[in-house]
C-alpha cells in the first residue's frame, strides 16, 4: 500500500464525514454564505495538494480545520487596507438548513427557529468566541485539538471558552427562559 | 474574583464528565451548598442541551457539495480519458481510490499513478476555475436582484462614463475600465447609464455600474480576472474576446475577461438576450454583429 493512495482514502472519508463542518466552521468565521463555500472549496483543494504530507496517525479532522483556519487568516491579512464594503450575501438557501425528517412538523418548526435564533446570536460574538463554541460545542473537539487548531495553550481554550458560553447564554436568555425549554432542562 | 469564579473550569468540566475523584466530590458539595453556583451549573447545562439540540449549526448546501464531488470526479475521469484502464473510467475518485488501493503496484498503475497525480493537480484547479465562474454569475444575479428591488442603492448617480470611471478610482483594487472603449459621437443611445455603485465580492472590492433603457434595468459587475475568470454557458468568440452567455434565475448572464478585468452583464432574461450586448455595442462600428447573437 503507498503512501498516496492511502492517504488519498483517509481524505476522501474524512472529507464526506466533515465536509458540513467545515463548511459551519467556515460560516462562523466568515459570517459570508459565499465566503465560506470558498474557504471550503479552497481547503478542499490544498489537502488534496498536502494530502501526502499526512503522517500515519495524524489527526485528519484537526489539519482540515487548521488548513481552512489559516486560508482564512490568510485572507484577512490581504483585506486589512480595503475599504468599507456594502454587504451583499444573501441568507442561507433552503438547502442549507438542517431538517431532521423524523421530526413532526411542529417541532421541526420549533428546531429550526431555535436553531436560527442560535446561529443568530453566536454570529453576534467576536470571532475569537464564535469559533471557539463551534469549535467544541458542535464540532466535539478536545480542548487539546482546538489549542494545535487555535495555536494557543489548553488553558486559553478553556476560559476563552467559558467566556463565550458566559456571552452566548446572555444572548440567548429569552430563549433558554422559555418554558418549553426550562421544562426540557428540568427533565 | 469572586470564590465562584474558582469553579469556572470546574463547571465547564462536570459538563464534560471530565471531573474524577476528589476533584469531582468537592464540585458536588460544593453545588450543594452553593445556590450561585447550583444557578450558574443549570444555566450551563440549559445551553449544552439547547447547542446540542441545534446540531449542525449549519449543513453544506448541497451544490457546493456537487462541485467538490464533481471536482474531484472530473479530475479522475480526465485523468484516465487517455489510459487502457476503462473499467475504472466512470467511477468516483472514492471509488477509484479504493480500487488503486486494492489493485496492487506493478509497473502500470505505478506509471498511471504519477500521470494520475500530475493530472489531478492540474484539473482540479481548471475544475475550481469553472466553479468560480458559476459562482461569479450567482453573486452578478444576486447583486442585480439587489439593485431592482432597491436594497442596492447608487452610490454614484451619473450617466457620464468617465465621471462613473473616475469615482471607482481608489475605491477598487483594479483599474476600473467600463468595457464600452470605442464610442462614437454619432448614433441614437439606447442605454445610458443610471450610476455605480461599490459592492463586495468574496471580501473584495467590487465595481457595480447601472444601465437603463426605460423600465429596463442592466446592471453590470467588475473584478479582478484574478478572482475570477469567465468560463462555460455558451461561447461566442468575437475578436480577441470570449463571451460566455447562459441564463440564471430568470436573468441572462453574460460574463468575459479581458485586459486584467471580469465582466458579468446581467439583463432580464424577458429582454432580448443581444440587447444587453449593446449596452457595450450600440454605438460602435460592429454592433450589427452583436444584433445578430443570440
Redesign the interface.
Known amino acids: 500500500?503507498?503512501a498516496?493512495?492511502?492517504n488519498?482514502?483517509l481524505l476522501?472519508r474524512a472529507?464526506?464525514e466533515f465536509?458540513?463542518?467545515?463548511?459551519?466552521y467556515a460560516?462562523?468565521l466568515?459570517r459570508?454564505?459565499?465566503?465560506a463555500?470558498?474557504l471550503?472549496?479552497e481547503t478542499?483543494?490544498r489537502a488534496?495538494?498536502a494530502s501526502e504530507s499526512l503522517r500515519p496517525g495524524s489527526n485528519i479532522k484537526s489539519w482540515l480545520f487548521t488548513i481552512l483556519r489559516n486560508i482564512w487568516l490568510n485572507?484577512i491579512r490581504q483585506?486589512r487596507s480595503?475599504?468599507k464594503?456594502?454587504?451583499?450575501?444573501?441568507d442561507?438557501?433552503p438547502?442549507?438548513?438542517?431538517v431532521e425528517p423524523s421530526k413532526d412538523p411542529h417541532a421541526a418548526y420549533v428546531?429550526k427557529v431555535?436553531?436560527d435564533l442560535?446561529?443568530e446570536a453566536?454570529q453576534k460574538l467576536p470571532e475569537e468566541f464564535r469559533e471557539i463554541?463551534?469549535l467544541r460545542?458542535?464540532e466535539d473537539l478536545s480542548y487539546q485539538e482546538i489549542a494545535t487548531i487555535l495555536d494557543c495553550p489548553a488553558g486559553t481554550v478553556?476560559?476563552r471558552?467559558?467566556r463565550a458560553?458566559s456571552k452566548?447564554?446572555g444572548l440567548?436568555f429569552d430563549?433558554?427562559q422559555a418554558p418549553e425549554?426550562?421544562e426540557?432542562?428540568a427533565q | 474574583m469572586s470564590h465562584h469564579d474558582e469553579y469556572?473550569?470546574e463547571?465547564?468540566l462536570y459538563l464534560d464528565n471530565a471531573l474524577t475523584g476528589d476533584r469531582l466530590k468537592d464540585f458536588r458539595a460544593h453545588i450543594r451548598g452553593c445556590a450561585e453556583c447550583k444557578e450558574r451549573l443549570?444555566?450551563?447545562?440549559?445551553?449544552?442541551?439547547?447547542?446540542?439540540?441545534?446540531?449542525?449549526?449549519?449543513?453544506?448546501?448541497?451544490?457546493?457539495?456537487d462541485?467538490?464531488a464533481a471536482?474531484?470526479e472530473s479530475a479522475i475521469a480526465s485523468a484516465w480519458a487517455s489510459d487502457d484502464l476503462g473499467e475504472i473510467r466512470s467511477a468516483s475518485?472514492?471509488e477509484w481510490?479504493?480500487s488503486?488501493?486494492h489493485a496492487g503496484?506493478n509497473w502500470k498503475p505505478a506509471v498511471a499513478?504519477t500521470l494520475i497525480?500530475a493530472l489531478?493537480?492540474l484539473f482540479?484547479?481548471e475544475t475550481?476555475q469553472r466553479?468560480?465562474a458559476t459562482?461569479y454569475v450567482?453573486?452578478a444575479t444576486?447583486?442585480h436582484k439587489?439593485y431592482i428591488s432597491g436594497d442596492?442603492p447608487l452610490e454614484c448617480r451619473s450617466a457620464s462614463p468617465d465621471a462613473v470611471t473616475t469615482w471607482f478610482a481608489g475605491?477598487t483594487?483594479f483599474p476600473f475600465r467600463l468595457p464600452s472603449a470605442q464610442f462614437t459621437p454619432a448614433g441614437k443611445t439606447k442605454y445610458s447609464i443610471a450610476g455605480a455603485?461599490?459592492?463586495?465580492y468574496?471580501?473584495?472590492?467590487a465595481a457595480m455600474v447601472a444601465y437603463e433603457m426605460g423600465p429596463e434595468k442592466i446592471t453590470l459587475l467588475a473584478v479582478s480576472a484574478g478572482s475570477v475568470v469567465a468560463a462555460g454557458g455558451e461561447e461566442v468568440r468575437s475578436g480577441e474576446l470570449i463571451f460566455h452567455y447562459r441564463h440564471n434565475a430568470n436573468f441572462a448572464v453574460t460574463t468575459w475577461s479581458n485586459r486584467n478585468l471580469t465582466y458579468a452583464l446581467v439583463s432580464s432574461s424577458a429582454i432580448s438576450a443581444q440587447n444587453p450586448c449593446l449596452v457595450c455595442h450600440q454605438d460602435m462600428a460592429d454592433h450589427l454583429v452583436f444584433e445578430h447573437v443570440r
Open positions: 500500500m503507498n498516496f493512495s492511502e488519498g482514502e476522501v472529507l464526506d465536509f458540513d463542518g467545515l463548511y459551519g460560516m462562523v466568515s459570508d454564505r459565499t465566503e463555500e470558498d471550503v472549496q478542499c483543494v488534496i495538494q485572507q483585506r480595503t475599504p464594503l456594502v454587504e451583499l450575501e444573501a442561507d438557501g438547502s442549507a438548513v438542517a428546531a431555535e436553531r442560535v446561529r453566536i463554541i463551534l460545542e458542535y478553556m476560559s471558552l467559558g458560553r452566548l447564554r440567548l430563549t433558554l425549554r426550562r426540557k432542562g | 469556572n473550569d463547571v465547564l443549570e444555566q450551563e447545562q440549559a445551553l449544552s442541551l439547547l447547542l446540542r439540540e441545534t446540531r449542525p449549526l449549519y449543513v453544506a448546501p448541497l451544490p457546493l457539495r462541485c467538490i471536482a474531484r475518485w472514492k481510490l479504493r488503486f488501493l503496484l499513478l497525480v489531478c493537480l482540479v484547479p475550481m466553479v468560480r459562482e450567482e453573486a444576486e447583486i439587489k442596492l475605491k483594487p455603485s461599490l459592492v463586495s468574496k471580501g473584495k472590492p
